[in-house]
């Protein structure tokens, strides 16, 4: 518990707290391509492959991109995260909020846990209409000499110790990533693998809890929300 005797909730940021659909991982990718491509002088392809390579490796490019050709993760922040057209794409989503309104603070605190730099994270919440309802974020410092993203498990510990809680048990995590919702549930935290509506089933599960909305946060974690859960998983 933290010292005021709630549980934690973490809420993954992209592809979570809005939908896939929203494509704005696809121009990530585009821009990411186009820095490996302009700073490490390769073709498209090539550039594709080691960006690809990167992520399945350490779970962030950018990562890669650090550990083997000494980029500025700043600067690189500055030209993909940051270069987005997020205004373009990304509105108030009152659904959303009427969700996360209904877990009950007296006993959860709400936190943020994104791999995106602290200024994308909170660009992302302003536009969602939902950055008040955190109480804080855990982001991957690109401005630290050595950084950590999920799934490392540096990174959780960084999560737990930021939002105040030292019990596994009382970690609760949703996540559409697969190998970091695995890596919570290997940890003891209770966690939900988002999948999207199009996604194909995974041949195993990340998670004991596998959703396709948010909206059923509600009927797996009951005694998180102060509204009851009905059977399409809303209040």
């Not at 896939?20 to 700073?39: A, C, G, P, R």
């Not at 309802?133 to 540096?154: A, I, N, Q, R």
Request: with cysteine.
């Amino acid at each position: 518990m933290t010292q005021d005797g709630r549980v934690v909730f973490f809420f993954d940021i992209d592809n979570c707290l809005y939908p896939k659909s929203y494509k704005v991982q696809h121009l990530m990718s585009d821009l990411i391509d186009q820095y490996f491509e302009n700073h490490l002088s390769l073709t498209k392809q090539e550039a594709n492959d080691l960006h690809l390579k990167y992520y399945r490796e350490y779970g962030l490019a950018i990562e890669g991109l650090v550990r083997h050709h000494k980029v500025d993760a700043l600067e690189y922040n500055a030209k993909v995260d940051d270069a987005l057209p997020l205004e373009d794409i990304i509105k108030p989503n009152a659904e959303l909020r009427s969700l996360l309104e209904d877990i009950d603070k007296s006993k959860v605190k709400m936190w943020l846990f994104t791999n995106a730099y602290v200024t994308h994270g909170k660009r992302v919440v302003k536009l969602l209409g939902i950055d008040d309802l955190f109480e804080g974020m855990t982001f991957c410092d690109y401005g630290s000499e050595k950084f950590y993203c999920k799934p490392h498990v540096e990174m959780y510990e960084k999560a737990m110790s930021q939002a105040g809680i030292q019990s596994n048990e009382d970690c609760y995590f949703v996540d559409d990533s697969y190998i970091n919702t695995k890596a919570a549930q290997e940890r003891g935290w209770h966690t939900a693998h988002l999948l999207d509506p199009e996604d194909p089933e995974p041949q195993n599960r990340a998670a004991k809890h596998q959703i396709r909305s948010l909206q059923e946060l509600r009927s797996i974690f009951p005694h998180l929300f102060k509204s009851k859960a009905t059977a399409n998983g809303t209040a």
